[in-house]
Structure formats: structure tokens, C-alpha cells
């Protein structure tokens, strides 16, 4: 197609905190198991202790064969380390990936393909969610997948139609978690959960498109991504499950629930 540039490099970004080191071997068996691998794998370490770290080298020198870059950082809200990892990237598109769910290993192919046949800035796409994301990932690679040779995408006027139907939003009530803060579908997959924070996005427009850095509330995946599609750029979602949420491991930060609570006081001193 003339004009379109095909993207082919990624780099993934695994934000880290010590409370999911034991996550840390199957994402690496996940991401090494990739039938299109990742160029680069960027763990962002944030707040680990010198023992902590010890015990993170120890895994990652288990996968030798996988490029990873490790980036030892303060402790910081999620958004600020998606951003330094983004930072250090080098890919053509940066995979965002939560470290405590689990990767099917067709997930880079398909994303690549919608990609680029898309030609997008930005896609997410579809997960389950489990308590127990182990069992429902063995079952399913087991199975092997189950695609259609064209992807089907949920593509940027759509998306805008039903994220922003009157094309208005309130970015500072969105950000105060104060108004929803998703990519909306409507119609048959109305009810299909989208995982915002697994999203690939075209590195060149990260240098200006950045992850809200506030501990809370933790809405900085979905927001940047309504940020994205509000601004015009061509963000898509593809339909398919490729991924497996972990509904009981996400962590909130002592400093995510301080901030809720003064502000939840200030609200009610308000009254």
C-alpha cells in the first residue's frame, strides 16, 4: 500500500514492583514462547530493596537467550514507569504488558499483523479474566488458537462514536477517577472486556503522549488511550483474546490508598 510504513520492532515494557516476583517466570516463559519474539523486554524495576534485586537477577540470568534490559528506578506510580521504560525503548512499537497476567503465544503475531494492516497508533485488545490465569492459559495454548485469517478490528470513528458520543469529555473529572475513564464498544461486544493496559503503541508518538505519573487512582492506562483516541490519533481494538487478566494479584500502593483517603476526607469536609 503506498504511504503506509509496516512496523516490525517491539519492545515490551513490564513495569515491576517485589510484591510480583513470583511472577516473573511465566511472563519471561510467556514472552520467550512468542511466535514472533520481542526485540527487546524492558523490566522497570520500581522500589526494590537490594535483596529484592538479587533475587529479580537470578531470573532474569535464567533466560539468557531473551534481550532484557533492566532499569532499577525509585518507587513511583505506574504510569511513571510505563513512561521510563517507554523512554528507553527502541522498538517501533512498545508493547505495555502487566507482569502478573499471562501472554497466549500467538499474541505478538496478531497484534503485529492488526497493526499494521490497521496501520494504527495505538491497539489493545481483548482478555480473560481469571483468579486463576495459570489453568486457563494451559488449557487454551493446549487447544491452540482459534483465529480467522482477517483480524476484525474495532476501529478509531467507531470507537469515538462510543467512547465520546456527544464528542465532548471532562479530562480533569476523568482524571480525578470522577467519570469513566475506558474505551467504551457498544453493540455485540458491548460486554467484552478490553485490557487497557496491554496496549502497543507507535514509539514515535510516545516522546509527546505520556502515562498520567499519579499513584492514584490507577486509571492511567485507560486514560491515556481515551487521550489518544481523542486527539485523532488512529487507536483500534482487536477483538480477539489474547491475553489472560489475573483478577487477584493487581496491586494498589500504600500511597495509592493514602491519596484516595485525603481525598475522600477533603470531599466529605467539603459537605
Not at 496478531?110 to 486457563?136: C, K, M, Q, T
Not at 492506562?221 to 483474546?241: S, Y
Request: aromatic letters at 8%; proline letters at 5%; a negative charge.
Amino acid at each position: 500500500m503506498m504511504g503506509k510504513t509496516y512496523l516490525t520492532s517491539t519492545s515490551a515494557v513490564v513495569p515491576l514492583i517485589p510484591k510480583h516476583l513470583d511472577c516473573v517466570p511465566d511472563v519471561l516463559s510467556d514472552l520467550g514462547a512468542q511466535s514472533i519474539p520481542n526485540d527487546e523486554i524492558i523490566f522497570v524495576a520500581s522500589g526494590f530493596n537490594s535483596t529484592d534485586l538479587s533475587r529479580l537477577s537470578q531470573e532474569l540470568e535464567k533466560c539468557k537467550a531473551l534481550k532484557v534490559l533492566l532499569l532499577v528506578v525509585p518507587l513511583g506510580p505506574a504510569g511513571k514507569n510505563r513512561n521510563l521504560g517507554a523512554d528507553a525503548a527502541q522498538g517501533d512499537l512498545v508493547m505495555f504488558l502487566d507482569v502478573d497476567d499471562r501472554y497466549f503465544p500467538w499474541r505478538n503475531e496478531r497484534v503485529l499483523r492488526a497493526f499494521n494492516e490497521g496501520n494504527l497508533d495505538a491497539l489493545v485488545h481483548l482478555a480473560e479474566h481469571s483468579s486463576d490465569p495459570g489453568s486457563i492459559f494451559s488449557n487454551r495454548v493446549e487447544k491452540g488458537p482459534d483465529l480467522h485469517d482477517r483480524v476484525n478490528l474495532a476501529e478509531a470513528d467507531q470507537l469515538a462514536r462510543d467512547t465520546f458520543p456527544d464528542g465532548n469529555r471532562d479530562r480533569n473529572a476523568e482524571l480525578a477517577g470522577a467519570a469513566q475513564t475506558n474505551l467504551i464498544l457498544t453493540g455485540p461486544n458491548s460486554n467484552r472486556p478490553i485490557h487497557h493496559a496491554h496496549a502497543t503503541v507507535r514509539r514515535s508518538i510516545l516522546s509527546t503522549q505520556k502515562y498520567h505519573e499519579q499513584f492514584f487512582p490507577r486509571n492511567e492506562d485507560g486514560l491515556f488511550l481515551r487521550d489518544l483516541l481523542f486527539e485523532g490519533h488512529r487507536v483500534a481494538v482487536l477483538l480477539e483474546n489474547l491475553s489472560i487478566f489475573s483478577t487477584g494479584t493487581s496491586a494498589v500502593h500504600w500511597k495509592a490508598k493514602l491519596s484516595w483517603l485525603a481525598k475522600s476526607l477533603g470531599l466529605f469536609g467539603r459537605r
